[in-house]
Structure formats: structure tokens, C-alpha cells
């Protein structure tokens, strides 16, 4: 019994110490959170080009 059960515990221990594939799900976190920063300042850059264009377009009404 013991023969059989020492190298299912050898494996199940194998199995919880091995991270391989932990680099990919950090990588997954990192391209989240970036993706995250993105989006929220997306909005900022929006509100900035349409100041832009609205300033522009004031400009040029001005001149004709």
C-alpha cells in the first residue's frame, strides 16, 4: 500500500511546487493592469483633442 501511495504523493508534491506556468499568468496581470491604465487615461486624451479642436475651430470661424 505504501509502494503505491508514496508515488502518487511524490507526484501531487511535484505538482504544487512546480510554477511554470505562474510566469504566464503574472504576464496576464501585468497586460491587464496596463490595459486598465490605458482605458482610464484614454478619456483624459479625448477631453484634451476635443479642447483642440474646439479651439481650433474657434480660431478659424474667427478668421473667415
Not at 7 to 36: C, M, T, W
Amino acid at each position: 500500500m505504501v509502494a503505491r501511495v508514496l508515488p502518487l504523493l511524490i507526484h501531487l508534491k511535484n505538482r504544487v511546487l512546480n510554477e511554470d506556468g505562474q510566469d504566464l499568468v503574472e504576464y496576464a496581470l501585468i497586460v491587464a493592469l496596463l490595459s486598465f491604465c490605458a482605458i482610464a487615461a484614454e478619456k483624459n486624451v479625448a477631453t484634451s483633442v476635443a479642447g483642440a479642436y474646439a479651439h481650433l475651430s474657434t480660431t478659424f470661424n474667427g478668421l473667415v
